[in-house]
């Protein structure tokens, strides 16, 4: 259990995720707001028991030409990339079995 998501930045967007063959759930966050660390912990948990999905988080304070691209506006806004495009976005905290539930149809 290794309970730390991986960062993604502006820079490494493009490979981390747009050219991943895994679908990948992008976690637009920043460290001021108080949902997101609801939600980081349920994050990892998930990234740590699934194999198909990889989680990366984005801080949207550091990394503003992506969480404009995405209009990323309010957070946490959780976005599922398969194939380089978006199959989900999910905006705001939530229970892991609700977001496990949002995000099976498009993992499926």
Known sequence: M??????T???TFQADVLESSEPVLVDF???W???CRVVH????EID???????ILSLNVDENQQ?????????????ILFKNGEIAKKVIGAMPKRRLEAELEPALA
């Open 2 to 7: 290794t309970g730390k998501l991986r960062d």
């Open 9 to 11: 930045t502006d820079a």
């Open 29 to 31: 966050w920043a460290p």
């Open 33 to 35: 707001c108080g949902p």
């Open 41 to 44: 912990p349920i994050l990892e």
């Open 48 to 54: 740590d028991e699934r194999e198909d999905l990889n």
């Open 66 to 78: 992506t969480a404009a691209r995405y209009e990323v506006l309010s957070i946490p806004t959780l």
